[in-house]
Nanobody
Framework: QVQLVESGGGLVQAGGSLRLSCAAS????????MGWYRQAPGKQREVVAT???????NYADSVKGRFTISRDSTKNTVHLQMNDLKPEDTAVYYC?????????WGQGTQVTVSS
């Protein structure tokens, strides 16, 4: 069983920063299969950032240049550094593990950006 626990969400003014963390435990084959998603009210869950291997990552166009995904393999933890936050970044952010056609999700952490 895979368990993902997000933390670090909160309230922040536009232009501010937050750092999210996802602690993973259980049958994680590779931390490189983890990523961050978000879901705003009335919208579908969308991908924010994922690892591509070789220390590289893909980002949604809306966050590219502002967000950075990183990993600590020893601690089985993935981070999402969010800078220059905008009100449209407001959403519940979820940690995801996708492997062999199956997705595992954390409970989510709320990020609210005010104007």
């Amino acid at each position: 069983q895979v368990q993902l626990v997000e933390s670090g969400g909160g309230l922040v003014q536009a232009g501010g920063s937050l750092r999210l963390s996802c602690a993973a435990s259980g049958s994680i084959f590779s931390i490189n299969d983890m990523g961050w998603y978000r879901q705003a009210p009335g919208k579908q869950r969308e991908v924010v950032a994922t690892f591509t291997g070789g220390g590289n990552a893909n980002y949604a166009d809306s966050v590219k240049g502002r967000f950075t995904i990183s990993r600590d393999s020893t601690k089985n933890t993935v981070h999402l550094q969010m800078n220059d936050l905008k009100p449209e970044d407001t959403a519940v952010y979820y940690c995801n593990y996708y492997r062999r056609g199956r997705s595992y999700w954390g409970q989510g952490t709320q990020v609210t950006v005010s104007s």
